[in-house]
């Protein structure tokens, strides 16, 4: 949907339409759902986040003024429903350490496709552990596919903020990768990194890596 196209849905969403409620919740629910699932992880409660955003997405459209893009707006609110949600959770149990792992079918699986499948749940993993702030900026970066810019307005923090972040917890994961055991494999991939994302990241320009 084009820019001018979002913004006509949403004054339609203002006005009180209700079939734009519905257009505007089938073209982002499934953009909110996978930025959810990316930070809590699979067993994490996906769709009770993703009503919990659209929640607080109708309850605010009225203040959206067209200043910043729809889906950086979104992703903003998607980004503090869930990070309450972390903090809340890390306060009640250990998040699972094992997200990725399929060890039914590890034995049979050949050697590049088993560790390129090993390279991605330590990535995951690692994820997983990061502080939210830094985890946000992560996963929006990396994984969405947002530029630099654009993950600090829909975070509402400075381009230097986001730039340290997202170098302390690339430095995290990479560290995470050189630490697994698949590192000392005498036939490891040739960038780990690499093929732990690319299954996994948006086929969009990177504009501006810091």
């Given amino acids: 949907m084009s820019g001018a196209g979002q913004l006509d849905l949403v004054r339609r969403c203002q006005a009180g339409d209700e079939r734009a409620w519905g257009e505007l919740y089938r073209a982002h629910a499934p953009l909110v759902a996978r930025f959810v699932g990316r930070m809590v992880g699979p067993s994490g409660p996906v769709d009770d986040l993703v009503q919990a955003v659209f929640v607080q997405v109708f309850r605010g459209i009225r203040r959206f003024r067209g200043d910043a893009r729809l889906t950086t707006w979104l992703y903003g609110i998607a980004h503090r429903v869930t990070a309450k949600h972390i ?3 890390s306060r009640r149990r250990r998040r699972d350490d094992r997200w990725g792992e399929d060890q039914a079918t590890r034995a049979a699986s050949p050697e590049p496709a088993m560790l390129a499948r090993e390279a991605l749940a330590v990535v995951q993993r690692a994820v997983l552990t990061l502080p939210e702030p830094q985890r946000a900026v992560w996963v929006m970066r990396e994984l969405e596919g947002l530029s630099t810019a654009e993950v600090a307005e829909a975070l509402g923090a400075r381009l230097g903020t986001v730039r340290s972040r997202l170098f302390a917890a690339r430095q995290q ?6 630490a697994a055991p698949e ?5 490891p991939p040739a960038a780990p990194h690499e093929a732990a994302l690319s299954g996994v990241r948006p086929k969009r320009a990177r504009e501006d890596v810091p």
């Fill in 87 to 89: 903090r809340a959770d």
């Fill in 173 to 178: 994961v990479l560290d995470a990768l050189a």
């Fill in 183 to 187: 590192a000392t494999s005498p036939h």
